[in-house]
């Protein structure tokens, strides 16, 4: 089994920056995916990026602004977020998976309980 925590939510300024952080524990994900998604009120997860030993990938919405990567040696995976704006505002969620990942939720295994961002205008 696999645990995730996340941490580094919290409150920031339009045009801020914010740096998640994911660190897993259990189980071993050498090879696997780790990937980001974010959660609105009244929406489901939506896909903001991923990373492999293969690719990096990102949702358009935020392309350039935020930088996904990892630190195999600590099992941890970061999401830097810069140039926030209002509507990056949601729960962000870690989430693992020992194959290639992709940009739906069902591709994932593991998750982690969610840091909530707050982007105020």
């Known amino acids: 089994q696999v645990q995730l925590v996340e941490s580094g939510g919290g409150l920031v300024q339009a045009g801020g920056s914010l740096k998640l952080s994911c660190e897993a524990s259990?189980?071993?994900?050498?090879?696997?995916?780790m990937g980001w998604f974010r959660q609105s009120p009244g929406t489901g997860r939506t896909f903001i990026a991923s990373?492999?030993?293969?690719?990096?990938d990102y949702a358009d919405s935020v392309k350039g602004r935020f930088t996904v990567f990892r630190d195999t040696a600590k099992n941890t995976v970061y999401l830097q977020m810069d140039s926030l704006k209002p509507e990056d505002t949601a729960v962000y969620y870690c989430?693992?998976?020992?194959?290639?990942?992709?940009?739906?939720?069902?591709?994932?295994?593991?998750w982690g309980q969610g840091t909530q961002v707050t982007v105020s205008s």
């Open positions: 989430a693992a998976d020992r194959g290639p990942g992709g940009v739906f939720e069902r591709h994932y295994e593991y």
């Open positions: 259990g189980r071993a994900l050498s090879g696997g995916t």
């Open positions: 990373t492999n030993s293969l690719i990096t």
